[in-house]
């Protein structure tokens, strides 16, 4: 069974930094691709980021490219977000997920598993 625990969030003043971390386990990922999405009371869950487990090809949402950045650990099957230059907008609970294949879908309608999530608050 796939599991999928965030860890890395809380609270960072505007222009600082977080990492987040997302632990893999229960299937061989290679073939897998890794996304991490975030949510906001209200609001439709919203893609940030996504990696193919293999290659380590990348896609970001435009609110983000330039700022965060998504790496993998094969090693330790984890999948991190580099958050720098944060802004009180980024705030909101950031989502680990999974999909099988190596497609960078952005849309969270295409991934299967999915964390709990990670709160990350952005002061001004």
């Known amino acids: 069974q796939v599991q999928l625990v965030e860890s890395g969030g809380g609270l960072v003043q505007a222009g600082g930094s977080l990492r987040l971390s997302c632990a893999a386990t229960g299937r061989t990922f290679s073939s897998y691709t890794m996304g991490w999405f975030r949510q906001t009371p209200g609001k439709e869950r919203e893609f940030v980021a996504a990696?193919?487990?293999?290659?380590?090809?990348?896609n970001y949402a435009d609110s983000v490219r330039g700022r965060f950045t998504i790496s993998r650990d094969n090693l330790k099957n984890t999948v991190y977000l580099q958050m720098n230059g944060l802004k009180p907008e980024d705030t909101a609970v950031f989502y680990c997920a999974a999909r099988p294949g190596t497609y960078l879908y952005s849309s969270p309608r295409n991934y299967d598993y999915w964390g709990q999530g990670a709160l990350v608050t952005v002061s001004s």
């Open positions: 990696t193919t487990w293999n290659s380590g090809n990348t």
